[in-house]
């Protein structure tokens, strides 16, 4: 994520890269050439970082740097300390997701920077993904009737890049719950609000007790049924996917990143498809509404930290 970030502050006006912060500065040049991750999203040219200054510790990075803004992309267990520093800093935070998995630290954080005036957005990038977008502007304007029905999934490989390799950090994770599922329960939330009710089946892997999840969310007075289900269930090489399928009273629309082009719209008489635009550009579209938010000092509306706090309290009560 720290090379995906990279890539896209390179691409947007506002912003500049000024340093980055990496524990083995050897790695910075040796993984610009690895494709690791999920989703492909671009490659950067190591010319385009010369002038990006590099630390090996955040604290020598905070004291030398004249910056106004931190990018947190390290693992779950550092998301506190790292933002806390960079808040008490006098500096503005866009944080990878999951926020913090102790609660009362990502309440914390919210707390400070608002006392502090400092803008923190937590990167829930499914919220600007442009096929993920299109499926809200239909629940939202009704184009297909009321939304019954809504299946969320998301599976991959076991995360075999990087850090994921060390068994301290796979301890601390939260397993495939707060890494992986987090990014539908998020986004459902983030649709539809808390459910009134959920009932969970998960079962355990390699990173924790909920490596897979299946979930049915339900909603009383909407009378809508959400079911999320995903996980780090199978081999290392296993394709990533993810995608919905979506039931309104008129027609049924799916999408799956196994076919990332286009949206299937189906009602009783017919198939017809529409371009779904690139899920991958959720990654500079999250990026550039919050260089928009900094430009314009205004707080980030459509992903505040509190709703980012809301879908780690929901990820708990599914066990």
Same mark, same amino acid.
């Given at each position: 994520?720290?090379?995906?970030?990279?890539?896209?502050?390179?691409?947007?006006?506002?912003?500049?890269?000024?340093?980055?912060?990496? $524990?083995?500065?050897?790695? !910075? %040049?040796?993984? #610009? &050439? @690895?494709?690791?991750?999920?989703?492909?999203?671009?490659?950067?040219? /190591?010319?385009?970082?010369?002038?990006? $200054?590099?630390?090996?510790? !955040? %604290?020598?990075? #905070? &004291? @030398?740097?004249?910056?106004?803004?931190?990018?947190?992309?390290?693992? /779950?267990?550092?998301?506190?300390?790292?933002?806390?520093?960079?808040?008490?800093?006098?500096?503005?935070?866009?944080?990878?997701?999951?926020?913090?998995?102790?609660?009362?630290?990502?309440?914390?954080?919210?707390?400070?920077?608002?006392?502090?005036?400092?803008?923190?957005?937590?990167?829930?990038?499914?919220?600007?993904?442009?096929?993920?977008?299109?499926?809200?502007?239909?629940?939202?304007?009704?184009?297909?009737?009321?939304?019954?029905?809504?299946?969320?999934?998301?599976?991959?490989?076991?995360?075999?890049?990087?850090?994921?390799?060390?068994?301290?950090?796979?301890?601390?994770?939260?397993?495939?719950?707060?890494?992986?599922?987090?990014?539908?329960?998020?986004?459902?939330?983030?649709?539809?609000?808390?459910?009134?009710?959920?009932?969970?089946?998960?079962?355990?892997?390699?990173?924790?007790?909920?490596?897979?999840?299946?979930?049915?969310?339900?909603?009383?007075?909407?009378?809508?049924?959400?079911?999320?289900?995903?996980?780090?269930?199978?081999?290392?090489?296993?394709?990533?996917?993810?995608?919905?399928?979506?039931?309104?009273?008129?027609?049924?629309?799916?999408?799956?990143?196994?076919?990332?082009?286009?949206?299937?719209?189906?009602?009783?008489?017919?198939?017809?498809?529409?371009?779904?635009?690139?899920?991958?550009?959720?990654?500079?579209?999250?990026?550039?509404?919050?260089?928009?938010?900094?430009?314009?000092?205004?707080?980030?509306?459509?992903?505040?930290?509190?709703?980012?706090?809301?879908?780690?309290?929901?990820?708990?009560?599914?066990?």
């Amino acid at each position: 994520m720290g090379m995906t970030h990279t890539l896209n502050i390179l691409k947007i006006k506002d912003l500049k890269l000024t340093a980055i912060v990496e $524990r083995d500065l050897l790695l !910075i %040049d040796k993984n #610009l &050439k @690895s494709n690791i991750g999920n989703i492909a999203v671009g490659n950067i040219d /190591v010319n385009e970082l010369a002038d990006a $200054r590099r630390y090996s510790d !955040i %604290d020598s990075c #905070l &004291k @030398s740097e004249d910056i106004d803004v931190v990018i947190v992309c390290t693992h /779950v267990n550092t998301h506190f300390e790292m933002t806390k520093k960079a808040l008490e800093n006098n500096k503005d935070v866009f944080l990878e997701k999951p926020f913090c998995l102790d609660m009362k630290q990502a309440q914390e954080l919210i707390e400070m920077a608002a006392k502090m005036k400092k803008l923190l957005m937590v990167g829930h990038v499914v919220r600007f993904m442009p096929p993920y977008q299109q499926l809200k502007k239909w629940i939202d304007n009704k184009e297909f009737g009321d939304l019954k029905f809504l299946s969320l999934t998301r599976f991959c490989g076991l995360p075999g890049w990087g850090q994921w390799n060390d068994k301290s950090i796979k301890d601390l994770s939260g397993g495939a719950l707060f890494d992986l599922s987090i990014h539908d329960i998020d986004y459902a939330n983030s649709l539809l609000g808390q459910p009134s009710q959920i009932n969970c089946n998960y079962f355990p892997g390699a990173y924790s007790k909920h490596d897979y999840v299946s979930a049915m969310w339900s909603y009383n007075i909407k009378n809508v049924h959400v079911k999320i289900e995903g996980g780090f269930t199978f081999h290392k090489s296993f394709p990533f996917q993810a995608g919905f399928m979506a039931r309104f009273s008129n027609a049924s629309v799916v999408y799956t990143s196994l076919k990332g082009d286009v949206i299937q719209i189906a009602d009783d008489s017919s198939v017809r498809e529409i371009p779904a635009g690139d899920a991958g550009a959720g990654y500079y579209n999250e990026m550039a509404y919050f260089a928009e938010c900094l430009t314009k000092g205004v707080d980030p509306e459509l992903c505040m930290p509190s709703s980012s706090l809301k879908a780690i309290e929901i990820c708990y009560n599914h066990l």
